[in-house]
């Protein structure tokens, strides 16, 4: 069975653009959840989609947004970039949510 | 907000040393689960724990769940160079809660 995969694995962007990265779950999964990790704060809950349906939003602004398509495959959506966005982001997939979050290896977002 | 605190945040120690990593919380979780991320990788899991009071081995790491749910510990005996990582601690809340929450995780490196 294909892992979770995450296109593009590294970004580079400048402050104002905006940037989609799309992510794969696993085949038979339909949550799937996006996280932004940074030494920092660690790894910060996105939202989590279910079924094309937003269930759970994290703690971020606006400009971070995202969806799901019939297939689970997901978008998520960063506009008017901020240096402060420089982060991995990770994607992970499960069967209903809150279980086993099997992980992509993430997109690595730099912004000058 | 259900929070969870790792401790220690790095710890690097000689192979062959035990060592323990604590993951605490003020909050009950139904599941508590442990992951390790390696550089460029996205975090796989280990285990997760359901029971109060549950012990899980896995070869040499034991996974604990305190009685009260709200606390969770990782011993790793005789820590070799492969154990080196970023392991993550992650709770599942009650019914209706489709996300996680994570730790912000502890930096092991193991010197040979």
């Known amino acids: 069975k294909a892992g979770v995969t995450q296109t593009p694995r590294y970004l580079i962007k400048t402050r104002g653009q905006q940037v989609t990265l799309s992510c794969s779950p696993i085949s038979g999964h339909r949550s799937v959840s996006w996280y932004q990790q940074t030494p920092g704060q660690g790894l910060q809950f996105l939202f989590e989609?279910?079924?094309?349906?937003?269930?759970n939003k994290g703690n971020f602004p606006g400009r971070f947004s995202g969806r799901q398509f019939s297939n689970s495959r997901s978008e998520m959506n960063v506009s008017t970039l901020e240096l402060g966005d420089s982060a991995l982001y990770l994607c992970?997939?499960?069967?209903?949510?809150?279980?086993?979050?099997?992980f992509g290896p993430g997109t690595r977002l730099t912004v000058l | 907000t259900q929070l969870l605190e790792q401790s220690p945040q790095f710890l690097s120690i000689q192979e062959g040393e035990n060592l323990t990593v604590y993951c605490n919380s003020s909050s009950v979780f139904s599941s508590l689960q442990w992951y390790r991320q390696e550089p460029g990788e996205g975090p796989v899991l280990l285990v997760t724990?359901?029971?109060?009071?549950e012990v899980k081995k896995l070869k040499r790491l034991t996974f604990q769940f305190g009685d009260a749910r709200k606390d969770s510990s990782l011993h790793i005996t005789a820590a070799q160079p492969g154990d080196t990582g970023l392991y993550l601690c992650a709770g599942a809340g009650g019914a209706g809660s489709y996300q996680l929450t994570f730790g912000k995780g502890t930096k092991l490196s193991v010197i040979p």
């Open positions: 992970a997939s499960s069967l209903w949510g809150a279980d086993t979050q099997y």
């Open positions: 724990v359901v029971t109060g009071g």
């Open positions: 989609y279910f079924s094309e349906t937003q269930r």
